[in-house]
């Protein structure tokens, strides 16, 4: 059967590829914790699902307008100004079933064949991938450990050349965790100063789940605000992850492109979620507060069970649910039956011996680590970690 070459470009999400695996394992019978999916393990509020009943009472069941409705791309304007202090109007706003779309209209929009996209490592997995799909030549730009995997104005500046298009990055950062101050950010701005013709994606879908103080974006720096795309959405935030939105922030002339690309893919954003997405934009925001602060607890446990278990290495993620560590002291060892190669075999070696999920840190660009959700109980949290330092312990 002769299909597609466009197939061979990509790979699928090794995220979504571990999900499942957990779950022919759980389907057979298996105890397995799920330390490897990135969404939040809470409802969603009640003042939203309130708002999304009433919009099915009062028929929001046709199609919506391709960039969204005109109310929330305005409730999404308001929030821009609250919260960021950035000032921008419907026309700027494109509304989409899912970050992930948002992402995949944008690089589809800027990135011609043949451009290079730089992407610092780690970066979350799907960004290599559309960028593979569009055509474009992706460059990876490793950052360190000791940076706290942020990339620093001269490694910037050494991987720009004249075919550079597209920068692509994240702050908070899945899956590092990192946060890019107001200063880095500045400095990094300073850079594409001298480089007019590159455009900067900042995904800032993690902005409410940060730790160490207020969200900055890229955006701010009036003298590089019309070429940066602002990635947004409902999932982290507000625990939203299944109702699907997403959104964009940018110059008129990308939001127009990526409207007219949106018009032939999905058209436009589920109805009910839309009006669900206003009362979340402007309505009651402890229940967002309040699972922050959980995460936050959650956070210092992880970090206590990380660093009870030998030959780990692991910063303290700024942002975003998980942690990153680096877990090279353990390729080459054995429990006699397996020997772990990489953390490929790693991560597998886990699922099938301690029945915990995880993700290659290979997937994100760093093939040293492994990514450990703490979006999960506090419970299974400590249950998850128990068998992986026990399933550890057993290689030699």
């Avoid at 209209?105 to 490592?121: C, F, L, Q, R």
Wanted: with cysteine.
């Amino acid at each position: 059967m002769q299909l597609s070459s466009l197939l061979d470009r990509f790979n699928e999400p090794e995220t979504l590829k571990m999900a499942k695996l957990g779950r022919e394992l759980r389907a057979k019978g298996f105890d397995i914790t799920d330390l490897s999916l990135g969404e939040p393990d809470f409802d969603t509020p009640d003042h939203i699902k309130s708002a999304a009943s009433k919009a099915i009472a009062d028929n929001y069941s046709h199609y919506t307008p391709v960039a969204g409705y005109l109310d929330l791309r305005e409730a999404i304007c308001t929030k821009l100004k609250r919260d960021n202090g950035l000032d921008y109007t419907p026309d700027q706003v494109i509304v989409s079933t899912g970050a992930k779309q948002s992402i995949f209209n944008t690089v589809m929009s800027i990135v011609d064949a043949g451009d290079e996209v730089i992407i610092p490592t780690p970066y979350w997995v799907t960004y290599s991938e559309i960028v593979k799909m569009a055509g474009g030549v992706v460059k990876f730009v490793h950052t360190s450990l000791e940076n706290g995997y942020k990339i620093t104005p001269a490694e910037l500046e050494a991987a720009i050349t004249s075919n550079t298009k597209l920068f692509m990055f994240s702050s908070p950062c899945n899956p590092s965790g990192a946060v890019y101050s107001k200063e880095e950010l500045k400095a990094l701005a300073e850079v594409f100063k001298k480089h007019p013709g590159i455009f900067i994606m900042s995904d800032e879908i993690y902005e409410f789940i940060n730790y160490v103080g207020k969200h900055e974006s890229i955006a701010q720096f009036g003298f590089l605000k019309e070429r940066v795309i602002i990635v947004n959405g409902l999932s982290k935030g507000y625990a939203m992850t299944g109702w699907r939105l997403g959104y964009i922030a940018a110059h008129p002339a990308i939001a127009k492109a990526c409207e007219k690309i949106q018009g032939q893919t999905t058209s436009g954003a589920n109805a009910v979620t839309q009006r669900a997405a206003i009362a979340a934009l402007t309505g009651d925001s402890k229940p967002s507060a309040m699972m922050v602060e959980e995460f936050t607890k959650r956070r210092k446990r992880v970090m206590e069970l990380l660093n009870g278990i030998p030959g780990i290495a692991c910063s303290e993620p700024e942002g975003a649910f998980y942690v990153f560590p680096d877990v090279k002291n353990y390729f080459g060892k054995s429990d006699g039956e397996e020997t772990i190669a990489n953390a490929d075999d790693l991560c597998m070696y886990l699922l099938n011996k301690a029945h915990v999920s995880t993700v290659t840190g290979k997937a994100f660009g760093e093939p040293n680590c492994i990514r450990i959700s703490f979006a999960n109980s506090m419970a299974n949290i400590e249950k998850g970690f128990g068998r992986i330092k026990e399933a550890l312990a057993k290689l030699n």
